[in-house]
Every structure is written in structure tokens, then in C-alpha cells.
């Protein structure tokens, strides 16, 4: 409870901030997108993950504009990157259920890119399987984000419990293969042999395809030799800092 009463104050007092998690060509090891994952800077606890307060701010009602906080906050991060002449890559955005059921969620994300002036193709929203139970209000949603320009993914793909159907149906940009699938995916062919489904799939449906939590260079070794084109983890970066993501990512001019 304390906790939820300082996190109501957390927005207003800047408390909140962004790291951006590098994604990676598996052909050539450049930065192709990054990932905005939120982080709280609590002023006596210090820094607290979203594992911890997202829950909080979902029961509480705060996690529609601290969605809305996050969303225009990497839109102007992308907008500053690409005006200074930094890499045109997009940003993926996580969205909670309740943000993305809301009525207003097509009109905040419209009105974020106007006033950032980012062009909606570097603009993709994460959702998982489970916002999609409801597969008539889904595919409107999906659709009026989508003729936006914004591009969406599927995250923690595989772990979900909804059928693939909606993967014909509904406007999906790319899939991003859970990490449960990778972590031990060097000894599992269990693993291994789900892992070249999905990317055989979104191949053959033309899909983009990311693996997430790669730790290890066996484990890039195997996906590079799946065909994975894009890969995310620890191996090449954590989430950083908007100016760490400069000094170590951005190639010189
Ligand atoms: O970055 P980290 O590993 O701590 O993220 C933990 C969880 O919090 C992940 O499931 C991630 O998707 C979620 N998360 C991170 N940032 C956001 C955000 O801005 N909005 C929502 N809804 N979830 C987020
Ligand atoms: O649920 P979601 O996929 O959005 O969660 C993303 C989070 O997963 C990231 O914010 C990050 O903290 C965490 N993550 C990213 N790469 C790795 C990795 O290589 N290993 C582990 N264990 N976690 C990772
Ligand atoms: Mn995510
Ligand atoms: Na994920």
C-alpha cells in the first residue's frame, strides 16, 4: 500500500524512467530496433522493476497513464535519435491488457506520434496471446493500429494458451520467441525443434521473427543457424540508459 501510494506520485515527480534494450541482426551484428522496458527509480528503495509495480499499477488504475507516460517517452527518445542522425530503427512498446482494451488507446497512440513526430513504422506494440481471448474486439483494435502505420508483435510467443488461428486473421508484424524456449535450447531438441517451427512459420506466413534471452554464444550459434534474423538478450546488451545505448551502439559517422 505504500508502495502504491508513492507510485502516485512516481510520474509526477519524474520518478519513472526508460532503458532500452538493444535488438541485434544475427548477419551482422548491428542494432536493428530496441526494446523500451520501464524501470522506477524509487527515492528511498532505490531502483524497483516492473515485475514489482506493473502488478501494482494494473490493480490500482495508475497503468493507463503510466502506459501513456512510456509510450510518449520512447516515441521522443526515437524522435531525438532519428532528428540528431542516429540509426532510423524502431521502438517496441510494451502494452498492459488493460491499455490495450481501452477505448482510448488508438487516439493516445495518434496524438503521441503527432506531437513526437515519430513516423509510425518505428513505432511497434508488444502484446502477448492472452490479450487476444476476445478475438472480435482483438481484431478491431488490431486493425485501426495497424492502418496507423504501427507495426505489432506478439510477445512471449509459445507460452501462451490461444489458438494460431488469429495469426491468418488478425495484422501481426513479428513474433517474438519467449525465452523459456531458449534457455536451454543448446542441450533440449526439444527446444530446438519448436524454436524452427516458429521461425519456419513466420517465414512461411512472412512474419519478422525475434529470439529473446540469448545469454550465450552457443545459444546465438544455434538460432543464427535456424535462420533467426534478430535476437535480443543479454549476450549483446541488457537494457540500458538512452545515452549508454549511444556510446556503445550508434556507429560513429
Ligand atoms: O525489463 P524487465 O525484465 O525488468 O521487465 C520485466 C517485465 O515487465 C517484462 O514482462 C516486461 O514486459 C514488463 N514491462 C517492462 N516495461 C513495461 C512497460 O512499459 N509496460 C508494461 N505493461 N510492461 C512492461
Ligand atoms: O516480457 P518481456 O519479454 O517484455 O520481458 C523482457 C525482459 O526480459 C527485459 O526487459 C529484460 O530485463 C529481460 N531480459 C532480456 N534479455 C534477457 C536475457 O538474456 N536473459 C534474461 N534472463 N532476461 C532477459
Ligand atoms: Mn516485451
Ligand atoms: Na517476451
Known amino acids: 500500500l505504500e508502495l502504491e501510494n508513492d507510485l502516485r506520485k512516481a510520474v509526477q515527480r519524474q520518478e519513472l524512467v526508460l532503458h532500452y534494450q538493444p535488438q541485434i541482426s544475427t548477419k551482422n551484428s548491428r542494432m536493428i530496433g530496441v526494446e523500451a522496458l520501464v524501470r522506477w527509480k524509487h527515492p528511498v528503495r532505490g531502483m524497483i522493476s516492473p515485475v514489482v509495480f506493473v502488478p501494482i499499477a494494473e490493480e490500482s488504475g495508475m497503468i493507463l497513464e503510466i502506459g501513456t507516460w512510456v509510450l510518449r517517452e520512447a516515441c521522443l527518445q526515437m524522435s531525438r535519435w532519428h532528428q540528431a542522425g542516429g540509426p532510423l530503427i524502431p521502438v517496441s512498446v510494451n502494452l498492459s491488457a ?122 546465438l550459434d544455434i538460432l543464427t543457424e535456424k535462420e533467426c534474423r534478430e535476437i535480443q538478450g543479454y549476450y549483446f546488451s541488457k537494457p540500458l540508459p538512452a545515452n549508454e545505448v549511444e556510446e556503445s551502439f550508434f556507429v560513429p559517422q
Do not use: W
Open 98 to 219: 488493460q491499455q490495450f482494451h481501452h477505448s482510448n488507446l488508438v487516439d493516445a497512440v495518434k496524438s503521441i506520434l503527432l506531437e513526437t513526430g515519430l513516423q509510425p513504422q518505428y513505432l511497434e506494440l508488444e502484446i502477448t496471446e492472452g490479450m487476444m481471448m476476445d478475438h472480435a474486439v482483438s481484431s478491431a483494435i488490431l486493425q485501426e493500429i495497424s492502418e496507423l502505420g504501427v507495426r505489432i508483435s506478439l510477445d512471449d510467443f509459445g507460452t501462451g494458451y490461444s489458438s494460431l488461428s488469429y495469426l491468418k486473421q488478425f495484422p501481426i508484424h513479428k513474433l517474438k520467441i519467449d525465452r523459456s524456449f531458449i534457455t536451454d535450447i543448446t542441450n533440449n531438441p526439444s527446444d530446438q525443434a519448436i524454436v524452427a517451427t516458429i521461425i519456419s512459420m513466420a517465414n512461411h506466413l512472412k512474419l519478422d521473427v525475434i529470439a529473446e534471452g540469448i545469454e550465450t554464444k552457443d545459444q
